[in-house]
């Protein structure tokens, strides 16, 4: 089976940094994607880690340790079009994702 | 470059109804892969198409079906809807050699 688990909501201020975490049981592992979600649209990608480390991408980094089974998102400089869901995905065989809930965010002036 | 489309955008069935929805590729792409999203809650892998043939599947009873086609589109469809099948439906699609997974707008399906 996949477990992955993501807290469910959090608040920050605007121009502040949050970190959202993610930790994962699952039968295989061939990398971990981070998704944004807007209510009611599609998922949009943001970034994927498959070795452990730090990738950065603007504003957005994200940080993997496969022997933990944990990864974050950081958010940096945060503006009032961040608030949104963040899911988290796993890799497992054929190209296949299994999702968190999704982290709620919600930017606060 | 097309990204992932989806139809219908929106979709009002009643129990015991079939519903079919359709998804275009991203240009490039050969997989398509479909997740059913709850209220809520994360999106669920329903199935992925490769070559026309299904290639993984989910925790999904068989009246989730779905079919892929030479040009690479697909369609979802759903027999004996159940209130419970009431959620937003996703395509993504995606290289099959492990390539990042885009997804397409979705189609909201409310089943009364």
């Known amino acids: 089976g996949q477990n992955i688990d993501q807290p469910t909501e959090m608040t920050a201020t605007e121009g502040a940094i949050v970190q959202i975490n993610c930790t994962y049981q699952t039968s295989g592992f061939n990398g971990l994607f981070w998704y944004q979600q807007h209510a009611g649209e599609a998922p949009t990608f943001l970034s994927y880690n498959v070795l452990d480390g730090l990738e950065e991408k603007g504003r957005f980094s994200s940080f993997l340790s496969r022997s933990k089974g944990y990864s974050y998102l950081l958010l940096k400089e945060l503006q009032m079009k961040d608030s949104a869901s963040y899911l988290c995905a796993v890799r497992v065989g054929n190209n296949r994702l299994a999702f968190g809930k999704g982290n709620q965010v919600v930017v606060i002036p | 470059e097309t990204g992932v489309t989806q139809s219908p955008t929106h979709l009002i069935k009643t129990r015991g109804q079939q519903v079919t929805l359709r998804c275009s590729s991203q240009s490039g792409h050969n997989t398509v892969s479909w997740y059913q999203q709850a209220l809520g809650q994360g999106p669920q892998f329903i199935f992925q198409?490769?070559?026309?043939?299904?290639?993984g599947r989910g925790n999904f009873p068989p009246r989730f079906s779905g079919l892929q086609f030479p040009n690479y589109s697909s369609e979802l469809n759903v027999n004996a809807l159940e209130l419970d099948d009431s959620a937003l439906y996703l395509c993504?699609?995606?290289?099959?050699?492990?390539?990042?997974?885009?997804f397409g707008p979705g189609t909201r399906l409310l089943v009364l």
């Open positions: 198409y490769y070559r026309e043939e299904e290639n």
């Open positions: 993504a699609s995606s290289t099959h050699e492990g390539g990042t997974q885009y």
